[in-house]
């Protein structure tokens, strides 16, 4: 079992910045491909960004790219975003997942799942 908490939410005027974190309980963190998902009100879950267990592969969903940054932190076993240029629609609860195999976009294929943070951007 893998236990991710997520931190970080909160509220942002649009144009600002924020850094969220998830830490993992996982005994081998390298092991696990990681994601970031978001899903806003009345809305299904859509894909943000990913790393691959080596950090080598992150892609990003079209609509973050250029603003957001993902990267993970091996030794303290922790997943970031870093998130910049927000704007409205970027609000939405964020979950971190983990699967052991190859790092999809697909939702379906994870895991674990943390509880989400809240994100919300006023305009």
């Known amino acids: 079992q893998v236990q991710l908490v997520e931190s970080g939410g909160g509220l942002v005027q649009a144009g600002g910045s924020l850094r969220l974190s998830c830490a993992a309980s996982?005994?081998?963190?390298?092991?696990?491909?990681m994601s970031w998902f978001r899903q806003a009100p009345g809305k299904e879950r859509e894909f943000v960004a990913g790393?691959?267990?080596?950090?080598?592969?992150?892609p990003y969903a079209d609509s973050v790219k250029g603003r957001f940054t993902i990267s993970r932190d091996n030794a303290k076993k922790t997943l970031y975003l870093h998130m910049n240029s927000l704007k409205p629609e970027d609000t939405a609860v964020y979950y971190c997942a983990a699967r052991l195999l190859l790092l999809t976009t697909r939702a379906l294929r994870y895991d674990f799942w943390g509880k989400g943070t809240q994100v919300t951007v006023s305009s």
């Open positions: 996982a005994r081998t963190f390298t092991n696990y491909a």
């Open positions: 790393i691959s267990q080596s950090g080598d592969d992150t």
